[in-house]
């Protein structure tokens, strides 16, 4: 009998007649002899609904009374869940984050999780109870209640895996796995049975938003076999796994793109050193989160231009942040492109095979899709196009590959 | 520097502008220098409409995870309004039932408080902030979430006012007091300025409902003041206090009126011992409050007719639960009308004059109302007469005994 967490997110609960469904598939699973603990989010909307009363109260919400404004929302699907379990005749417990003890840092919207206290749902489960637990949530050290930051209810989802050494992690999600690429882009990308965490980490912070990074990052560090698969169809969906259990050796594994990013350039730069660090400081202290980086050598050898991305949503800001720098450091301007996508080709078979990144360039060059930016990683290679070429790129390389089999 | 505990219920926190409002004067208070606890319920509406997503999931909800739901509601609040007082520059924080250890017992959806932790919410006051506490809930020995029945959040208040030995306790509320009668029935109805917690108890239980019962039972045994207030004016409302502290010294504090209830006669019920238990023990086992009970000899003296009211919700039920007992005990018939009103006249000063219930009956009789049952306390008459004859009764008692001034 093995013990499963299964995760739901808020568009699998997002309403009475979807919780039922939610609990009809946790109620097969049960019947099948499973020990189950569930997680959920909060109702569809819910979060974004909260904050909005929020917004008409105060443009800077405190951290901590967001935190026990939002936690409330899982507090509703938890409670709603375990109604629905019980119209079934299942057995089913609710728990919020602290009636589990999860303990984690103190800073609110994006706490971590330090630890969890299993005994309570080690007890519900020898009750024969499935137990559903509040994702998103814990309490920091001096009991006041935090949050995760976006995707959390994944990482409590790993987190619980975890603690309660669960056999595998299921996160149903209203996507059917994880593909080659985007299938609304790509007709042919195809459904990717397995893929190694480092790749999923890869897609993921490349664009493939299915899974929260931190959660894959802790699943793989503790080795607990993830399954991304749908709320909706019973077919099995993606396998996220250790590297060493991939059975098929592939050369790529997905593309991806990314059209949240702008495109910011420093030019002209008197080549000193200190400089870039000067830049950048300035962007972490507004909390501004830089992608891509590249440094070239200007006109004059004496010059350096800098370009970076940075999410769309922060580019107006950063630019401002970047004025006063420029002028003390002599740049000769800024230059700042919101109409760019970064697209990547993740696989672990590059580590092993030269002539990827070649390929790529060869496949888009032939096919006048102008390169502007290029970073690589060992299993990784993003380049950065114009967004009207985004498409394009994406089912040339999608084809290139041959991801469509 | 007084401390006061003051608790909003839900309609005074309905939506942000409200929220603002009740900041505004919480703000203003603590400007004059007074240590606060505020109590507050869910944003209006928001305990039924989570109810209604229940309702669509089971007609059975589990009491636990109905308290796990409805705890939500109060959380929002909370959050919201230490939100709101922020904006104004008022320092507050916000506590749920648990973080401020308030315990109860372990009945789901109407648990009794049986201790308060204060140390957090003293803490709190010591760094000058406004502390928000949720009402409505609290935490069982388990740590389940429980709640304490309608009307809970002014058992909060109460008891917060009793663990911190604050100075007073303020429920604001949508009326501006307790009044001498429903004002909306009659137009000279006065709002009264001090009222005992015994005439207040009397008029709640008999329709006049501003503030639920158990609290002020609960204020009158440990003599916390009470205030009763508008959220919306600034005038003072209706102080409940301890008979001594009344100064003037009235004969009659008000006349209610209650059409909630229905009233049903067994007839024809043979005269023997036990019977009437019989009766009251199949209703007590459906969980129907019986309030009047009336036995009278019947046509013959081997009979006797037993009368009494029940909530109307609960008449069919109990009819139902009736027929089967009437038929072994072999009463006559059952008869249910759910067109009548019970008006009550509620003072202590009926404790030392006598004639009150003659001047009452003599009223109704000369202006042709008929009275149907009467019950009495020492401190209360009450009289069942015809629905449609209630607001006539009301305005009469009312003049009769002086209350318009």
Redesign the interface.
């Known amino acids: 009998m093995s013990l499963i967490v299964q995760k739901f997110g808020g568009s699998s609960v997002a309403n009475?007649?979807r919780?039922?469904n939610v609990a009809g598939r946790v109620n097969a699973y049960r019947k099948k002899g499973h020990r189950l603990v569930v997680v959920v989010s909060a109702l569809g909307d819910t979060t974004d609904e909260?904050l909005k009363?929020?917004a008409?109260?105060?443009q800077k919400?405190?951290g901590?009374?967001?935190d026990?404004?939002m936690?409330?929302?899982e507090?509703?699907s938890?409670?709603?869940l375990?109604?629905?379990l019980?119209?079934l005749g299942c057995e089913a417990?609710?728990f919020?984050g602290?009636?589990v003890g999860i303990r984690t840092s103190s800073s609110h919207t994006r706490a971590r999780i330090h630890h969890i206290n299993p005994n309570r749902i080690l007890e519900a489960l020898k009750e024969k109870k499935v137990v559903i637990v509040a994702g998103f949530q814990g309490i920091n050290s001096c009991?006041?209640?935090t949050t995760l930051g976006r995707g959390g209810s994944d990482l409590t989802a790993v987190a619980l895996a975890k603690a309660l050494e669960a056999d595998a992690c299921e996160i149903y999600t209203d996507v059917e796995g994880i593909f080659t690429t985007d299938p609304r882009l790509v007709k042919n990308a195809r459904k990717i049975k397995k893929i190694s965490y480092e790749e999923m980490l890869e897609l993921a912070s490349s664009g493939a938003q299915v899974m929260q990074s931190r959660s894959i990052e802790v699943a793989g560090k503790y080795d607990i076999p993830l399954h991304v698969r749908s709320s909706f169809k019973k077919n099995e969906g993606t396998w996220i796994v250790k590297e060493a259990k991939l059975m098929e050796d592939v050369l790529i594994r997905g593309v991806s793109v990314n059209k949240n990013e702008a495109k910011i350039s420093v030019r002209g730069v008197p080549n000193r050193p200190g400089i870039a660090a000067g830049i950048f400081k300035t962007l972490a202290d507004k909390s501004i989160n830089v992608d891509m980086i590249i440094q070239n050598i200007g006109k004059s050898a004496a010059n350096t231009d800098i370009s970076f991305t940075v999410p769309k949503g922060d580019a107006h800001s950063a630019v401002r942040a970047l004025e006063a720098v420029s002028r003390k450091i002599g740049a000769k301007e800024i230059l700042m492109d919101p109409h760019i996508a970064k697209i990547s080709v993740v696989g672990i078979g590059m580590r092993s095979h030269a002539g990827v990144a070649a390929a790529m360039f060869e496949t888009l060059g032939k096919n006048k899709v102008n390169i502007e930016m290029i970073s690589t990683s060992e299993i990784k290679i993003s380049c950065v196009v114009k967004q009207a070429d985004a498409e394009k790129a994406v089912r040339l390389l999608h084809d290139k590959f041959k991801l469509g089999k």
């Open positions: 009475p007649s919780i039922k909260l009363l929020a008409q109260l105060t919400p405190p901590r009374e967001l026990v404004l936690s409330a929302g507090q509703i938890i409670a709603l375990a109604m629905a019980k119209e417990v609710s919020t602290w009636q009991n006041d209640i």
